[in-house]
């Protein structure tokens, strides 16, 4: 939790307004239910079955514990079967109210999720996971917001469960309940890789850019995003709007953007500071193989890859798609696999699928230096580095080889450093947090074992190295990665096997199953896992004017206005209200 658990009164007071069981916020009584399969609750008479949801909270007293947990189903019931064969005759208004409430009623479906509680009145009290239930006919009432707010933690910085600093960040409202902010835990949710899932048009983007502001904003880690669609640092594209803007709009002394290609990005007026460049003879087969998918790579190719950089060791890729250094070192392709013990036609199939690198401008010798270097020497700066890829970004294979070739050679980077500062944790890398789309692309069962990507998803925060994975096809990511992911912030999906990807490893899985499947195809979002203290259904804070304000923009073309508003404020006037 956060400093509000120390706010002993404010649990008592709470304790005390749920065993009276307020009128106005009663919902009914526990009537059935176990731990795994979560509680049966009976709603009163006065109860209205339609003004309930799935996703709202409830609180639970039970003894000297409070209990906190989500309605994940609502259903109709009655005393008597018969009644669904053969229903009584309703048009008396009078035999209605008679049934209501007490021959049929309503019921709902109660996962509890939280369970507040402490020894004795001299002890603090603790929030644990819950491992029992309260009792029959125990008070069920709607959560207030300052109970949801207790539970969440106020917005900014405080102390977690276990006293630690931390940093909370507003990410949306409860469904039904405005003006409650509902924050996560920001140093909990970089301590080990997180995800961002949803359906194409959710708005997946839009959300991983206010992550990533969160992160930023409060200097909990350093980024990298490799901005496939360019869409994260400078100004991208909405539907509601003309323009969004970009990381490095939000905060232009913090962000700086690298680019694949300079004319695009120029173009879009992005202003790159950083032209990335790859040198063909520091491409190595590791760099390649992620690419065997999507360019067709066999086995055998793969195997003589390897057997070209065993004999031509630093710049194999260049000498091998080199016709001139072919045919006068080895009188043709026949003679390099004589030499190699390789079939010629591998060869020839080999040098066909890799000669696309030709066409990729960015691999060349004539580049401004070391881009791994340049980049490694922002992060270390606590700068934070958007790479953007411009035309390259609809092509996946230069996304993965690029996003590989940098990834593969940070980490070892920070492996390097974390090792060398052993015992001295001052001394420690700044924690990173490498933001991929398409991530079942780098992390599908096939290639995660052997990848960097799934390497850094198994060490969790081992090497101050984590993942933001954004992607709309959980399904496709390795089962032992999924079980790594520590946060998982999921929009609607439509696939059932994506909605069963989300879930693996996940406590009460078949009853949040449920309210997945309802959540709405805009601004409405699933969070669980490490950085909540209990899974929550948010309507997401919006991407949009208000929130850039409170990451510090400032519109130019309306400081003027504002001027005269502070002006008339100070004269005691009422200042007209700016648009």
Known sequence: MNDFLDNDSFLEDLRADVVAADQSRRLGVVVAGSLSRGLEVRLDRDQRLEDLAVGRYVTIAAG??????????????????????????????????????????????????????????????????????????????????????????????????DGRRAHYFHIGEPLDMENVKITLNLD????????VFGKSGTGKTFLSRLLLAGIIQNKVAVNLVFDMHNEYGWEGTAEHAPSVKGLKQLFPGEVTIFTLDDESSRRRESRPDYTVTISPQDIEPEDVQMLAG????????????????????????????????????????????????????????????LDRF??????????????VERILEMLQANRHV?????????????????????????????VHLTERAFGEKSAEPTNLVITIEEAHKFLEPAVASHTIFGTIARELRKYHV??????QRPSGI??????????????ALDSEEDIRAVFMGVSGASELRQVLARLD?????????????????????????????????NDRAALPERGRQSSAELRGERPRRLE
């Open 478 to 491: 390795d089962p032992e990665v999924m079980s790594q992911v520590g946060t998982r912030v999921t929009l």
């Open 188 to 195: 909990r949710f970089v301590e080990r890789s997180s995800a």
């Open 358 to 371: 030709r066409r990729y401008d960015f691999i060349t010798d004539k580049g401004e230096g070391n881009s």
């Open 386 to 414: 958007v790479l953007e890829f411009g035309r390259y970004g609809s092509d996946l294979g230069a996304y993965l080889l690029v996003a590989n070739y940098l990834t593969r050679r940070i980490h070892e980077r920070y």
């Open 521 to 553: 195809s805009r601004e409405q979002a699933l969070v669980l896992g490490h950085a909540v203290p209990m899974p929550v259904v948010v309507r997401t804070r919006r991407y949009d004017q208000n929130f850039w304000a409170e990451m510090g923009w």
């Open 294 to 353: 999507i360019i067709g790579l066999t086995e055998p190719q793969v195997g003589a890859m390897y057997a070209l950089a065993r004999r031509f060791g630093k710049g194999w890729l260049q000498k091998f798609l080199d016709d001139d250094f072919i045919d006068a070192e080895w009188d043709g392709l026949k003679g390099m696999a004589e030499e190699l013990g390789q079939p010629q036609q591998t060869l020839a199939a080999l040098r066909r699928r």
């Open 64 to 161: 000297d514990r409070i209990f906190f947990g989500m309605i994940t189903d609502v259903s109709l019931d009655s005393t008597n079967p018969a009644f669904e064969k053969t229903p009584p005759d309703f048009s008396n208004e009078f035999f209605r109210q008679v049934h209501m409430g007490t021959s049929t009623f309503g019921r709902i479906h109660v996962s509890p999720m939280l369970v507040l509680h402490r020894e004795s009145e001299a002890d603090d009290w603790n929030a644990q996971p819950v491992k029992t239930i309260p009792g029959h006919y125990s008070s069920v009432c709607t959560a207030t917001a300052e109970e949801v707010g207790y539970v969440f933690g106020r917005e900014g910085e405080g102390r977690d469960a």
């Open 466 to 471: 984590t993942l933001l994975i954004v992607d």
